[in-house]
């Protein structure tokens, strides 16, 4: 019977096992669990048909793996591009260009908190700080070897080891940017550090390679900023008070294109562009007060010394503009009736988007300024070419005199001897 036939072949089968499979060549049993009542030969059948769909089903599975294993691939390539994307943007918030403030061609709230340049660009100029700083030491390492003395080897070996200070601070803000250990809070800290060290470094380099600081007298300097970055910057010490007439004066030199920027800047509560000189892009260079413009013909980005003067009052707005002695504009109805507002901040070489900050690189100055005065009333024609000539009789502003104990210097903008006036005369 076939049940008796079955249970032959499971009590024999590991004996003939190896027999039938050289005979039969690669013989495969399956064992299918049958009923007491029911039919082997159905139930062998019916567990043959199993199998298949089984290995079909096995199969399909297989290959829902394998297709939702490349799914995930793709998903991990674009979550990395993603990923690198947003690691760019968050690393940088440059100005398009046309972006900024109100009438200089900006379309940004004045008062507004302005975009940073992007971190890799800012620690670039910190790096052609440091190799300007390094080229300067050089030069002086060769200057102490023909006039060897111990106070210029040991001021030498000072100015190295802070080079080499700073340099590390660099590099470890770099890679704190990369981790993203470094929340704003703590960037600004450690770039002030920086930049602090940078001053110092700056001047103490600056009053060695002139030697000339204790002889000069105390207005003839000049200000010095060499790159066009967002923390170089002088700020008077004193603010304007309130002024119904002014005479802005000072001597300036630059190459800088587009535009030189801004040699100066008046905030005030409330008012960001209170007085403000400028010269932004290719646009031509502009006197605003309260945010009203007007047009300067000047024509002295050519990498000369010029003199040049700006005088206001405020009955009918009327302004005259001096270049090198000779009046070359005016004009009317500049803010007219507005008073000049005290208890600001003045600040040289940057453009300021809120009261003492909010500096923009693409808006400081680049060049040389020196002999910056400041008037409470409009000074004569004659007055004018007396300073543009380095006359003996010249007048020093009223308001605010140019003088080394005025000045406060930041990031690294440098103090040097004013020569025009000796070229001149």
């Not at 046309?98 to 061609?105: A, F, I, N, T």
Request: glycine letters at 10%; hydrophobic letters at 35%; one cysteine or more.
């Amino acid at each position: 019977p076939p049940l008796l036939l079955l249970l032959l072949l499971l009590l024999l089968g590991p004996a003939l096992g190896p027999a039938l499979g050289q005979g039969l060549g690669q013989t495969r049993f399956i064992c299918t669990s049958v009923p007491l009542d029911g039919d082997v030969c159905a139930a062998s059948a019916l567990g043959t048909g199993s199998a298949e769909e089984l290995k079909g089903t096995v199969l399909q599975l297989r290959e829902t793996v394998l297709q939702q294993k490349e799914t995930i691939m793709n998903q991990k390539e674009t979550i990395r591009e993603l990923t690198a994307k947003l690691g760019r943007c968050e690393s940088q918030s440059v100005l398009e260009p046309g972006e900024g403030k109100g009438r200089k061609g900006f379309s940004k709230n004045t008062m507004g908190d302005l975009s940073r340049p992007a971190a890799a660009e800012t620690l670039s100029q910190l790096g052609q700080t440091l190799q300007s700083l390094k080229t300067r030491l050089e030069n002086l390492e060769q200057f102490s070897r023909m006039n060897s003395s111990s106070q210029t080897n040991n001021l030498k070996d000072i100015l190295q080891n802070k080079i080499d200070d700073l340099e590390k601070q660099v590099l470890s803000r770099v890679n704190s940017l990369e981790e993203g250990k470094l929340s704003p809070r703590n960037e600004s800290e450690e770039r002030g550090k920086i930049e602090s060290t940078l001053t110092s470094l700056h001047q103490r380099i600056s009053d060695l390679e002139k030697g000339q600081k204790d002889n000069r007298p105390p207005d003839r300097f000049q200000l010095t900023f060499p790159l066009r970055t967002n923390y170089m910057y002088a700020k008077v010490k004193k603010s304007l008070p309130e002024m119904y007439a002014f005479s802005i004066c000072m001597w300036i030199k630059s190459s800088a294109s587009p535009g030189m920027g801004t040699p100066f800047s008046y905030a005030v509560p409330g008012q960001a562009n209170e007085l403000v000189l400028i010269e932004w892009g290719n646009n031509p260079m502009e006197i605003l007060i309260n945010d009203k413009v007007a047009k300067l013909p000047f024509a002295i980005n050519d990498g000369k010394w010029h003199h040049i003067c700006v005088t206001w009052t405020t009955r009918d707005g009327v302004w005259e503009a001096y270049q090198d002695g000779t009046q070359t504009g005016n004009g009317e109805n500049l803010a007219p009736y507005h008073p000049i507002k005290p208890q600001g901040v003045l600040v040289l070489g940057q453009e300021q988007d809120t009261l003492g900050g909010g500096f923009d690189a693409t808006q400081a100055f680049v060049g040389e300024l020196a002999h910056f005065n400041v008037w409470d009333r409009k000074l004569s024609p004659g007055e004018v070419y007396g300073l543009a000539t380095c006359s003996s009789k010249a007048l020093a502003g009223n308001v605010i005199a140019w003088a080394e104990a005025n000045i406060d210097i930041y990031g690294g903008a440098t103090k040097w001897t004013f020569e025009a006036c000796r070229q001149l005369n």
